[in-house]
């Protein structure tokens, strides 16, 4: 007898209901556990307030963001690149500077050679 249900289950199909009768009231609760038919309350109650504390927590973190972060980076911006600019063409004077110094020095040992 053991061998024909056995035969039984191995030939049918995971979503066929009338093949799991065989196996009990309790055996089709665990089946539709495991096909995903019921879901067990507690955990999928405290996965649902998981998920709202997380998009509460995410909708504060946008408004913190747009409110005071974003703000304060374009205030940033618009000190911060003007003397980044004064800074950046200081930098490229210098350089000029300091090449025509090495032309200069270039062309006098130049002149001083034998």
Do not use: C, H
Not at 57 to 68: G, I, N, P
Not at 83 to 92: F, P
């Amino acid at each position: 007898m053991d061998w024909w249900i056995l035969a039984q289950t191995s030939d049918s199909a995971v979503g066929d209901l009338p093949n799991f009768v065989q196996y009990g009231v309790l055996g089709l609760v665990i089946v539709a556990f495991l096909i995903g038919w019921i879901w067990p309350k507690p955990p999928v109650d405290r996965l649902i307030k998981d998920k709202e504390a997380a998009e509460a927590q995410r909708d504060a973190l946008v408004k913190t963001y747009e409110e005071q972060v974003i703000p304060a980076i374009q205030a940033m911006n618009s000190q911060i690149l003007p003397a980044l600019t004064d800074l950046a063409t200081a930098l490229r004077d210098l350089k000029d500077q300091v090449a025509a110094l090495q032309l200069q020095q270039a062309s006098r040992r130049g002149s001083d050679g034998p």
